[in-house]
C-alpha cells in the first residue's frame, strides 16, 4: 500500500507512488502493462445497464417471487470512481484510501465473487434449456454446455479491451432488448393475448401481495418480505462492475459520470418493472414455479448444477451458489461504502470541496452511512433461518461463509503485513489524478454522446470536433 506517512497540506499535492500506471491516449504506441483506454461511450453505456441484466433477473428473481411475493452505493462509487478511476476500481481505492488490508479483503472476496458467478449461470442456462428439453440434464449434453460457456468467457476475457467492449456491448444490447419483449410478452398475454384468451389482467395479486416464508401469519409476511429482499441483494449489482472498467474510460470523467448517472432509471425501469411483470404473470404460489426453481419438477433436477450431477440433493447446488454470491456482493458494498466515508472524512479534513469533483454526490455522507448500517445489517441476518428453528449447520455455512472469509482475509493481511488505518488527513487525494488530467488534456477531439456514437455504428457521420481547452 502506498500511503503517505506524515501530514499532507492540501495545497502541496503529491502525484501518488512511484508504480502509478502510465496513460496514453489512443492513438499513442501502448508498450506493455499500460492500459489501453479503448471503452467509448456506448460500450461504457451497455456495461452500465446490461451488466446486472441477466441470469438473476431472468431467472433466480422466481425464488423471490415464491417467497415473498410480488443507489445509495452508487450515489457513493459514482464520485470516487468518476474522480479517481484508477485500475481495479473500488478495490485499489479501498486499499489506498483507508487500509492496505481492507483492499486486500476486497480483492479476494470480488474475485471469488466473480468466479462462483460463472458455474452459477452455467447452471442456470442448464435449467432453462432443461425446461424444453430433460435430455440437456443427461451427462453428454450437461458437458456440452458447460464447456462452450466456459470457452465463450474464456475467449471474450482474452480479447483486447476493445473487442471486449464491442462483445460486451452487444450481449447488453441483447439482454436490454430480450427484458423489453418480456414487458411486452407480459402486457400483451395479461390482456388476453394467449392461448386460452384468458384477460387475467391482476389477478395474481388477489391473494395478496405478500406471501408467508418459513412461518404463518404476519411473522410469516415479514419473513417472506425478508427472503424476497436478500434475493434482491443478490439481483441488483452493478455499480461495482462500471468502477472496474472505469480505467479503461477513453474518456473517464464523462463517459463514466454519465454511466453511473444511469443506475438509478435502469434500476427503476429493469428491476421495478422486471419484478412487477413476474409478479403478473405467476403467482406466488404456483407449484410449476416452486417445482422449476427448487429442481422438483418434471425435468427432475432442473436447478442442479452441470458439475455435480450424480450428487444426491443437487438442486441444492443453486441455492449454494446464490446466497454465497449474494454475502460477496454485500460485502462489496459495505467496502464501497467504507471507502467513501473515509474519502469524504480526508476531503473535509484536508479542504477539498467536493463540488469540483466531475461527479458529486448529494445527501452525502448521510447516503454512506445509511447504506453501510443497512447493508451490516442484512449481512449479519442473512441467514438467520440457520437458528431456527433448530441448528443448522449447512444453512449456516451456506449464508456465512463470505462473511467469514472476509473476516479471515482482512485480519491476517494486517497481521502479517502490519498494514495500518490510513487517517483522513493521510489519505493521498491526489494519486493518479495528475496523470489522469495530463491524458485527458491531452485529447484534441471532443467528447462523443451515447446517441452519436450510435449514429456512427449505422454510418452517420458528423464533422469531427476539436475539445475546448
Not at 467504507?338 to 470541496?353: L, P, R, S, W
Not at 471532443?446 to 481547452?469: N, V
Request: glycine share 10%.
Amino acid at each position: 500500500m502506498s500511503s503517505t506517512k506524515e501530514k499532507q497540506s492540501p495545497s502541496l499535492p503529491q502525484a501518488g507512488d512511484s508504480t502509478s500506471i502510465r496513460y496514453q491516449a489512443e492513438d499513442d504506441n501502448i508498450p506493455t502493462g499500460t492500459l489501453h483506454r479503448r471503452l467509448n461511450n456506448r460500450q461504457i453505456q451497455l456495461i452500465a445497464a446490461g451488466g446486472s441484466i441477466g441470469t438473476a433477473l431472468f431467472i433466480s428473481i422466481g425464488g423471490g417471487l415464491a417467497k415473498g411475493g410480488a443507489a445509495l452505493v452508487n450515489n457513493s462509487i459514482a464520485e470516487m470512481s468518476t474522480y479517481m478511476p484508477v485500475a481495479g476500481g473500488f478495490i485499489r481505492l479501498a486499499g489506498n484510501w483507508v487500509d492496505d488490508a481492507l483492499g486486500f479483503m476486497a480483492g479476494w472476496n470480488f474475485f471469488l465473487y466473480e468466479a462462483l458467478l460463472i458455474p452459477f449461470e452455467i447452471t442456470a442456462l442448464t435449467s432453462v434449456i432443461a425446461f424444453w428439453d430433460p435430455n440437456t440434464l443427461n451427462p453428454g449434453p450437461t458437458a456440452g454446455v458447460c464447456a462452450a460457456v466456459i470457452t465463450a468467457y474464456a475467449l471474450i476475457n482474452i480479447l483486447a479491451v476493445g473487442f471486449y467492449g464491442e462483445f460486451e456491448f452487444w450481449l447488453s444490447g441483447g439482454k436490454i432488448l430480450l427484458i423489453f419483449i418480456l414487458f411486452a410478452f407480459t402486457f400483451v398475454t395479461m390482456c388476453g393475448g394467449n392461448p386460452a384468451h384468458n384477460a387475467y389482467g391482476f389477478r395474481h395479486f388477489a391473494s395478496g401481495t405478500f406471501s408467508t416464508y418459513l412461518s404463518t401469519g404476519p411473522k410469516g409476511h415479514f419473513e417472506g418480505f425478508l427472503a424476497a429482499l436478500f434475493s434482491a441483494g443478490f439481483t441488483i449489482v452493478g455499480p461495482e462492475y462500471i468502477s472496474m472498467v472505469s480505467a479503461e474510460a477513453q474518456r473517464p470523467s464523462i463517459y463514466i459520470k454519465n454511466a453511473f448517472k444511469t443506475v438509478y432509471y435502469r434500476f427503476c425501469i429493469f428491476f421495478v418493472f422486471g419484478a412487477l411483470a413476474v409478479g403478473i404473470s405467476c403467482a406466488h404460489d404456483d407449484p410449476k414455479l416452486t417445482e422449476i426453481y427448487f429442481g422438483s419438477g418434471s425435468t427432475g433436477n432442473a436447478a442442479s448444477s452441470p458439475f455435480l450431477q450424480c450428487a444426491n440433493g443437487s438442486a441444492e447446488v443453486l441455492n449454494w451458489l446464490v446466497s454465497i454470491v449474494t454475502g460477496g456482493a454485500l460485502i462489496n458494498f459495505l467496502v464501497i461504502s467504507i471507502t467513501f466515508i473515509n474519502y469524504y472524512e480526508a476531503c473535509e479534513a484536508q479542504g477539498v470541496d467536493r463540488k469540483t469533483r466531475p461527479y458529486y454526490g448529494y445527501f452525502q455522507p448521510y447516503s454512506a452511512y445509511i447504506a453501510l448500517a443497512v447493508q451490516t445489517l442484512i449481512v449479519l441476518t442473512y441467514g438467520y433461518y440457520a437458528f431456527r428453528p433448530t441448528w443448522s449447520t449447512e444453512a449456516f455455512f451456506q449464508n456465512y461463509s463470505m462473511q467469514i472469509l472476509a473476516v479471515i482475509l482482512f485480519v491476517g493481511w494486517k497481521l502479517v503485513k502490519n498494514t495500518r488505518y490510513v487517517r483522513p488527513i493521510e489519505v493521498d487525494l491526489v494519486w493518479e489524478r495528475l496523470e489522469i488530467d495530463a491524458y485527458e488534456n491531452s485529447l484534441t477531439e471532443a467528447p462523443t454522446g451515447f446517441w452519436e456514437e450510435m449514429g456512427h455504428l449505422i454510418g452517420i457521420r458528423r464533422g469531427k470536433k476539436t475539445a475546448q481547452a
